[in-house]
Every structure is written in structure tokens, then in C-alpha cells.
């Protein structure tokens, strides 16, 4: 039930986000398919990234990094922006959208294994069960699915990129989780976003005149993609996910992200991407069941974190 304006806003928002990130994966494979190869598509989007937020961030008060965590953001700029993006693009180049969104939804999954092994967090009996069911979701597509949906493609190449990707995301999120309470998204964007930048736009500049985006081929319709990746899916979703954020639980954040597959599939279909076949619709029921599983937390248990919450604070006043 919405209790207030500020919460319809916070669902606007991340349902929003989420359909935008679901309509790029079809953008992005109609990119790297006919006019820009998937390391030219990173460079286009890391440079871009970085101008943006470092000129969105004169507008913002200035955060000092401490040294530690500019460490992080170092990694965290190499694993969760160049490696996943480069990853996301170049699995897109062999395999269909329908396949890496699936395999992309178990983001949440992998999250939770890494942070048992690392981070000692218990799994309880309802999420392994959420695991299970996932995990058999993401089996059945890609052994039973598609072969890749376009002509000449290599769907196990794209699969195996798919799953770095899912690896290199999840370790991410593991990774820099507590930047994300330290400092504002802006903040950390402008530093990930720009040490990615460094790093790649010397290896691939000189190859970014042999884009046929960038030739006299170029059309409407190219600029309509990459414009649509660079202002809405590297920018605007970026800024909606925080505003969610701020006015939702991170539960109900993370059954959004169910949308992103669903979107994807329904999209790369419609325009010729892939094909409708049986275990498609069967694999994302398992695998967005899963997640929700994995992701939603029991009324019970978020209460006991409420009442410890305000009790915390009810010590720390007196």
C-alpha cells in the first residue's frame, strides 16, 4: 500500500529504472551487432560517463575520498564499470537478450553466495530453496534455449561472457557496498566512471574512427540507440535508482529488478531479436521466482530490524 506521495514518486522511479536497463539490452545488441564493436561501445560509454558526472558534480558539494576507499573505487571502477559493461556488450555480440537478461537476474543470487563466503552472512532455508529454483531457471535457458537468435551467433561464447559479467557485477556490489553509505552517487559515479575512462580510452581510441557508427553510414537510427544507452541507461536510470532508494525498502527495490529480464524478452522478441519458444517463459517464471525468494525479506524479520533500528537510536539519544 503507498502511504504517501514521496512513495508513489519512489515507485515511478524504479520502475522506470528498471525498464529503462530491460530496453538497453536490446539497444545494446543492436549496437554491437551493426555498428559498433562491443570494446568501442564500453570506451563511447565510460568517456561519456565521466564528463557527465564530473560536470553534474561541480553542482554538488565537493566529498573528500579518503585514500582507502579511493582504493576501492579504483577497483570498483575497473570491475563494476569497464569489466561489466565490456562484458555485457561483447556477451550481446554472440548470444540473444533473452539469455543474458536471464542469466543477469541471478545478479542478486551470486550477490547473496558471495556475501556468505566473504562477509559470513547465514542463508536461510527459504533462499536456498530461491537458489535452487533460480539456478535451475538459468539451466533450462541455456541448455534448452535459444542458439543465440541471430544467424552466425556463438550462444555458448555469449553465455560464458554472461556469467564473468554476472561474477564481475556481483563482486561489485560486494565490494563497494559501503561506499554507497559513505558517499552520494554522484560522487562515487564521477571516480568509477572516470578511472575506466583512463584506463581504456588510450587502448581503443585510435579504433573508434573505424566505428561504422562514426562513418558516413551512420542514421537516424544509430543515433537513436546510442543515444539512448548514453542519456538514459549510463545517466538518467542512474539518478533514479538512488531517488528509489532514498523512499523505498531495499526489498521492494529488488523485486524491481525482476522487470529488466521480462522487459528484455518481451523487446528483443518484438523486433527480431530472438524467438518464442517454450522454456522461455517457463525459465524467467523460475528465475524471477527465485529472485524474489533470494531478495524479499519476511515481514517478520524486517520488523525485528525496525524495532532494533529505532531502539538503537532510542540509546544513542539518551
Known sequence: MIKSKSDGNGLVAILSANVIFGLNIPVTKALVANWMSPLAYTTTRMVFGAVVFWCIGLFFKKEKVKSKDM??????GLMGYLGTQFLFSQSLKYTSPVVFSLLMALTPVVVLLLSSVFLKESI???KVAGIVLSVSGAVLIVFLGSTGGVSGANNSLGIIYALMCVLGYSGYMVLTRTLSVKYSPVTV???M????????????????NNQRIFSDEISILAVSLLGFALLFSTTLAFFLMPYALKRLEASTVSIFMNVQPIVASVIAIIVGQDVLTWDKPLAVVMVVTGVYLVTVQPAKSTNRKITAYILNKRKQAD
Request: no cysteine; net charge positive.
Open 71 to 76: 582504493i576501492i573505487m579504483f577497483i570498483g
Open 124 to 126: 536461510p532455508l527459504r
Open 189 to 191: 559515479a564521477k571516480y
Open 193 to 208: 566512471f572516470l578511472v575506466s575512462a583512463i584506463i581504456i580510452t588510450p587502448l581503443t581510441f585510435n579504433t573508434l
